[in-house]
């Protein structure tokens, strides 16, 4: 079975600075999507980013990229230019390729504050 | 843009009694999944839903849940004798194409409260 860790449960970053939130997963298979999903205080759960694991290229979303190690099965997000509004949790999952109706399955979550 | 909806926001229910949460995905998507998250912990995987049947769930996916497309547009979560470690907020999403390639886009919950 799949796994994913997200090791830091708080962070802290001050508004316009640049943080770097971590997450690692264990698998065997060698196709699979990974995602950053944010949950702000409404508990809405919002997509951020998503990276295939056969591409090499890195994801990016404006201001949101992914540094995604493959052999270290490593998935960290970057947040440049934090903003107020991107204060919130953010969850690290993964979905199989392969499986049929494939679930998502989660992190610990990171408590993301952005101090102005 | 399309978006999934759920209702109710906030459910109250006392300990034993039934419950259905309702969802409306997104329009032209073929898959569906119920997660939940009790507070302060991590979003988990209940079940998902294609052609009318089941496709996977989870351990916690106990006989005492359901899932049921009623008609073509409602996705529904019965829980038949509520427990109180069932109060959670509970997430209903919608993928267009499995396999991976289909993100899911989740709703905005509802919070289940059992007393």
């Known amino acids: 079975a799949q796994t994913v860790t997200q090791s830091q449960p708080e962070m802290s970053v001050q508004e316009a600075e640049t943080v770097t939130l971590s997450c690692t997963y264990d698998?065997?298979?060698?196709?699979?999507?990974l995602f950053w999903y944010k949950q702000p205080p409404s508990r809405q759960m919002i997509l951020v980013i998503r990276q295939e694991a056969y591409k090499q290229q890195n994801a990016t979303e404006n201001r949101f990229s992914v540094n995604f190690q493959k052999a270290a099965k490593s998935f960290s997000l970057k947040i440049s230019d934090s903003q107020l509004g991107d204060a919130a949790m953010y969850f690290c999952a993964y979905r199989s390729a392969w499986t049929s109706g494939s679930r998502l399955t989660f992190g610990e979550g990171t408590q993301l504050t952005v101090n102005p | 843009e399309p978006e999934v909806t759920q209702t109710p926001s906030h459910q109250v229910t006392q300990m034993g009694q039934e419950v259905i949460l309702r969802c409306v995905p997104i329009s032209n998507h073929l898959y569906f999944y119920w997660y939940r998250q009790i507070l302060g912990q991590k979003v988990e995987f209940l079940v998902s839903?294609?052609?009318?049947?089941?496709?996977?769930k989870s351990e916690i996916f106990d006989d005492q849940f359901s899932v049921e497309r009623p008609d073509g547009s409602n996705f529904t979560l019965k829980i038949r004798s509520t427990k109180l470690e069932d109060s959670a907020m509970y997430f209903c999403a919608s993928s267009e194409v499995t396999s991976g390639r289909g993100t899911q886009y989740f709703g905005p919950g509802t919070r289940l409260t059992v007393l």
């Open positions: 839903f294609y052609n009318n049947e089941i496709s996977e």
């Open positions: 698998t065997s298979e060698s196709d699979y999507y």
